[in-house]
């Protein structure tokens, strides 16, 4: 609040706070978006909070939503590294989205379809992240479209702290496990169960391939490392298991917790 109140006066924009007492992901999401549909708008533009876009960004958004009519346009990301990253890793651009993912670090969402509801982003996946993936799932079922805008670019900075494999490979993890949990929550029953028992071989297959081609190119091995990461992320999920990724950020001690079918079904 003292940053805002520091900066308001010369501020371009009227520029709004607020305060979310339930900690995580999508409970802040919600919240910035309570915030920006108290005020009649058209469309909402977001980006996450380790980011800054280029200079044409939103105008670029804007177009590709004209031109297409759609009710979610996404953008790409380029990382920018604290420290020059290991040759592997800038050559698997773990860190590069091309904008067909649409997450909220690059999006343009159309107001009319989000003002039906106060809750957008699943409280479920507070600490598991992907609510934004969800959120644009849940859309796309009801018929709203989607495009991506290759010129909107948005920059993300990347710290020392996540440009390592380590947090590639828990990362990896969470994407697996989410891929698993998350169709759940909409109560798909036994296709479900099908299409994680699918999604699980793809994903070895795809480790298997990276690791056949790894002596001709040896970025492949760490792509193969981090499928298996996701192989067992995948794993832990059919087995009503969720990893909280962003638990530890919020004070939590615990990554692994177990969901009851209660608890799946809440």
């Known amino acids: 609040s003292a940053v805002c109140a520091e900066l308001a006066p010369d501020f371009p924009f009227a ?8 900690p995580g992901l ?13 005020q009649p708008c058209d469309f909402i533009a977001m980006m996450d909070d ?8 939103l105008s670029r958004l804007m177009v590709t ?4 009519d759609a009710d979610i346009v996404g953008g790409p990301a380029e990382p920018v590294f604290e420290a020059a990253p290991a040759a592997w890793m800038k050559r698997g651009e773990y860190f590069r989205r091309t904008g067909a993912s649409f997450s909220t670090g690059n999006m343009l969402l159309r107001a009319d379809m989000l003002c039906p509801q106060r809750v957008w982003f699943n409280p479920q996946l507070n600490f598991t992240g992907h609510e934004d993936h969800e959120l644009v799932q849940g859309l796309t079922a009801q018929g709203y479209r989607c495009a991506v805008s290759p010129d909107a670019m948005m920059r993300e900075w990347v710290p020392v702290s996540r440009a390592n494999l380590r947090y590639i490979l828990a990362r990896g993890v969470r994407e697996g496990n989410a891929d698993i949990f998350v169709p759940e929550l909409r109560g798909h029953g036994l296709r479900a169960g099908l ?6 071989g793809m994903k070895f297959l795809h480790a298997l391939n990276h690791m056949a081609w790894s002596p001709l190119q040896p970025w492949r091995f760490f792509r193969a490392l981090d499928d298996l990461a996701s192989c067992w992320g995948m794993v ?3 087995l009503h298991y969720r990893y909280l990724f962003y638990a530890t950020q919020q004070g939590s001690p615990r990554r692994l917790v177990r969901i009851c079918h209660a608890d799946r079904l809440a």
């Open 65 to 68: 939503q004209a031109q297409s």
């Open 26 to 38: 999508a409970s802040a999401r919600n919240a910035v978006l309570r915030l920006a549909l108290a």
């Open 15 to 22: 520029l709004e706070h607020g305060y979310e007492p339930h």
């Open 195 to 200: 299409w994680q028992l699918e999604r699980l």
């Open 236 to 238: 832990l999920g059919m």
């Open 50 to 57: 380790d980011e800054w876009p280029e200079i044409d960004w």
